[in-house]
């Protein structure tokens, strides 16, 4: 599985920004696809997921801001993200999990200014 993501920037604080992640490959595998960040000094936390069944799960610094959604058709899992903080400012990576395999996407940099 292959895993391209696109729109991250720079954007101020209160603004929105959607990143898409388009997954190719070996898709019939993956079970959930979904994105996490990580700031400078942190780990790695979730931001969304959503399953092949539909089931959505957000981290819990997100929930009402971020919205995940997927067009099956495109292979392509998006995360509207909206009411943006500066504590928002990380890197954002795409995820694709199965039983058997994870798949990492590049990441992509989201900077929010104050």
């Known amino acids: 599985v292959q895993l391209q993501a696109s729109g991250g920037g720079l954007v101020q604080a209160g603004g929105s920004l959607r990143l898409s992640c388009t997954a190719s490959g070996s898709?019939?595998?993956i079970n959930r696809m979904g994105w996490y960040r990580q700031a400078p000094a942190k780990e790695r936390e979730l931001v969304a997921t959503i399953s092949s069944g539909g089931t959505?799960?957000?981290?819990?610094?997100?929930?009402?801001?971020?919205?995940?959604?997927?067009?099956?058709?495109?292979?392509?899992?998006?995360?509207?993200?909206?009411?943006?903080?500066?504590?928002?400012?990380?890197?954002?990576?795409?995820?694709?999990?199965?039983?058997?395999?994870?798949?990492?996407?590049?990441?992509?940099?989201?900077?929010?200014?104050?």
């Open 56 to 114: 959505i799960n957000y981290g819990d610094s997100v929930k009402g801001r971020f919205t995940i959604s997927r067009d099956t058709a495109k292979n392509t899992v998006y995360l509207q993200m909206n009411s943006l903080k500066p504590e928002d400012t990380a890197v954002y990576y795409c995820n694709s999990w199965s039983p058997l395999y994870t798949y990492w996407g590049q990441g992509t940099l989201v900077t929010v200014s104050s």
């Open 27 to 29: 898709i019939f595998s």
